[in-house]
């Protein structure tokens, strides 16, 4: 089975400090996500990565930033957190290329519920 | 922008009743076509999937899906929904770029 392990479920943090939130899958898949979780909203993708060191801005870039420094590892910063910033964040990873609509789907991580306080 | 929208944001059912929650999306294009379900505390898991071939696809625990190409849409159906179906639904399209779009998500409540 595909794994996506974020590595936490429940983070407080202040606001203004900088937050790491860790995600690591186990398929050596191509592409990784990670997206941010509101009531009404659905999901909404914050940034995406299709090989290492490789990034691109999803819907909503502003206030974070991501490192994918090793494949199998894809990293969201909050450089300082908000209260708005206050969500579910859900990481996500899929096989596929760039250069067409893959047959493939994403596996999601357990979510990080984070509050900024 | 490609956006993804789904008809209902609750829904409310009785066991037993039948279930069809709407999705509609915008992009002309080449499009592959999911739904997946978040139960209560839970990650998100693929409920099913269309890539291609017949329209009607069939996913996991009954329930089933139509891609009508010419009204942009992909509606889950059930026909008899089941307590513990209670969750969180998302249709989701992917485009270019393996780039997946949610829709809100609809929420559904059924009642013993």
């Known amino acids: 089975d595909v794994k996506v392990t974020q590595s936490s479920r429940y983070l407080v943090k202040r606001t203004g400090e900088k937050v790491f939130l860790e995600c690591v899958q186990d398929?050596?898949?191509?592409?990784m996500f990670w997206y941010r979780q509101d009531p009404g909203l659905g999901l909404r993708l914050i940034y995406f990565s299709y090989d290492v060191k490789m990034k691109e801005k999803g819907d909503i870039p502003e206030g974070y930033s991501v490192s994918r420094e090793k494949k199998e590892r894809f990293s969201l910063i909050l450089e300082s957190a908000s209260t708005n910033q206050t969500s579910m964040y859900l990481c996500?990873?899929?096989?596929?290329?760039?250069?067409?609509?893959?047959?493939?789907?994403?596996?999601f991580g357990q979510g990080t519920r984070l509050t900024v306080v | 922008a490609q956006s993804v929208s789904q008809h209902n944001h609750h829904v409310i059912l009785s066991e037993a009743a039948s279930l069809e929650l709407g999705c509609n999306y915008s992009y002309g294009g080449t499009v592959n076509l999911f739904w997946y379900v978040q139960y209560p505390g839970q990650h998100l898991q693929l409920l099913l999937k269309?890539?291609?071939?017949?329209?009607l696809v069939k996913g996991i625990k009954g329930f089933e899906a139509e891609f009508i190409k010419s009204k942009f849409s992909f509606n889950l159906r059930k026909p008899s929904v089941q307590w513990s179906d209670t969750a969180e639904y998302f249709c989701a399209v992917k485009t270019s770029y393996d780039t997946v779009i949610f829709g809100p998500g609809t929420s559904l409540s059924v009642i013993p």
């Open positions: 996500a990873s899929s096989d596929g290329d760039r250069v067409r609509v893959s047959r493939t789907e994403a596996f």
């Open positions: 269309y890539f291609s071939g017949d329209p």
């Open positions: 398929m050596d898949h191509e592409n």
